[in-house]
C-alpha cells in the first residue's frame, strides 16, 4: 500500500501484534526523509509502533528499539537512518536540534506537543480504547 494510502485513515489494532503489523506495513513505504510526529498517552503503544515501523524499514533487530525517554534520542539503521526522539520528561524546548536531523532520516518524535516550534509531517495518534484495543490515526498536516 503506498504511504498516501495510510493518510486520513483510523486502524483499529486488537492486539500489539497487530499494531506491529500495521507499523511494520507503514514503515516499508517511507521513503527515509519524513517527519512523524507520534502522540498517544503513556501506555498506549508509541514504542511498540516505532518498533515496527523500524522492522519495516529493514532495521536488523528490531527488538533494540525502545523508549529513549531518557536520553531523549536514539538512533536505528535500516534503509536509512530512523532517528528517534522521545520527549516526554523535557520540560522546555529539547537541547538537542531536532532539526539538524531533519532530511537526514526518519524523524519519528514521541510527545511533539513538547516542542516550541510546531513541524508539519505525519501525524500518527494512537488512542487507548481498551486494554488491548488501539486505534492509530494516521494523517498528514
Not at 539503521?77 to 529539547?94: A, C, N, S, T, W
Amino acid at each position: 500500500m503506498p504511504l498516501e494510502d495510510f493518510y486520513n485513515k483510523n486502524f483499529l489494532s486488537n492486539s500489539e501484534e497487530e499494531t506491529l503489523s500495521i507499523a511494520k506495513s507503514f514503515g516499508r513505504e517511507l521513503e527515509g526523509r519524513e517527519i512523524i510526529l507520534l502522540e498517544g498517552e503513556l501506555g498506549a503503544g508509541k514504542t511498540i509502533f516505532v518498533k515496527g515501523l523500524a522492522e519495516g524499514a529493514g532495521v536488523e533487530n528490531p527488538d533494540e528499539v525502545n523508549s529513549p525517554s531518557f536520553t531523549i534520542l536514539n538512533i536505528y539503521h535500516g534503509k536509512f537512518p530512523i532517528y528517534h526522539f522521545d520527549l516526554y520528561r523535557v520540560e522546555d524546548d529539547p537541547e538537542i536540534e531536532i532539526s539538524d536531523f531533519i532530511g537526514e532520516g526518519v524523524v519519528v518524535i514521541e510527545w511533539p506537543d513538547r516542542l516550541r516550534e510546531r513541524l508539519e509531517g505525519i501525524s500518527i495518534k494512537i488512542e487507548i480504547i481498551d486494554e488491548t484495543k488501539r486505534r492509530i490515526k494516521i494523517s498528514l498536516i
